[in-house]
């Protein structure tokens, strides 16, 4: 999931100043995945991914050049229910262990307004991967005000079937589908 942001940071790259591809690593600390779903058509519930890292490789003169590669634990969920992330870590889910990686590697980039990109790429989940399309923003570019280097800022979205993951596990009453939104900051490496 994480890397959805990741990848939205190299479709939005298209408006950035460079010659060839650069690369940029992604700011933990400023750069989340959120998701939610629908419990049994009474609420939708909420939660998060965070303390994730990747790369971006990217091209501003061909954006589509560009490339994407993140992971995060599986581990680094927070619902703001501890009962809940330890059903999701259970067999009844991830069955998750120390360890553990959700990741994403882009495949394609299309550029599809000035800001705007569809990156398509490969997210690896539960031991399964699948292709996914992230709809994808850039935010802003230019130099951060307090690391005084290049930045950059952006959204992505997408939705998943949880079922594809093998996460399935009372669905649909618990909804299959699971919106994501993905928001990150990435700085300009060394």
Do not use: C
Not at 108 to 118: F, M, Q, S, W
Not at 161 to 168: T, V
Request: net charge negative.
């Amino acid at each position: 999931m994480k890397s959805f942001v990741l990848a939205a940071a190299l479709a939005a790259s298209a408006t950035m100043a460079s010659a060839a591809a650069e690369k940029y690593v992604l700011d933990s600390s400023h750069s989340q995945v959120l998701f939610s779903y629908n419990h049994l058509g009474y609420s939708t519930t909420f939660g998060m991914f965070s303390g994730f890292e990747g790369e971006i490789m990217f091209d501003q003169e061909d954006p589509t050049a560009s490339s994407v590669t993140v992971s995060m634990p599986v581990k680094s969920m927070f619902t703001g229910w501890e009962k809940r992330e330890q059903h999701f870590f259970s067999a009844d889910f991830f069955g998750a262990e120390d360890g553990d990686l959700i990741t994403f590697t882009s495949t394609a980039i299309e550029v599809t307004g000035e800001d705007t990109a569809k990156i398509t790429g490969d997210l690896t989940m539960n031991d399964v991967t699948k292709s996914v399309v992230l709809d994808a923003v850039l935010n802003q570019t230019g130099t951060h005000p307090m690391a005084n280097k290049a930045w950059a800022g952006f959204d992505a979205t997408t939705t998943l079937l949880r079922s594809d993951f093998g996460l399935g596990a009372i669905a649909p009453a618990v909804s299959d589908e699971v919106e994501v939104r993905i928001s990150i900051e990435a700085s300009k490496a060394e």
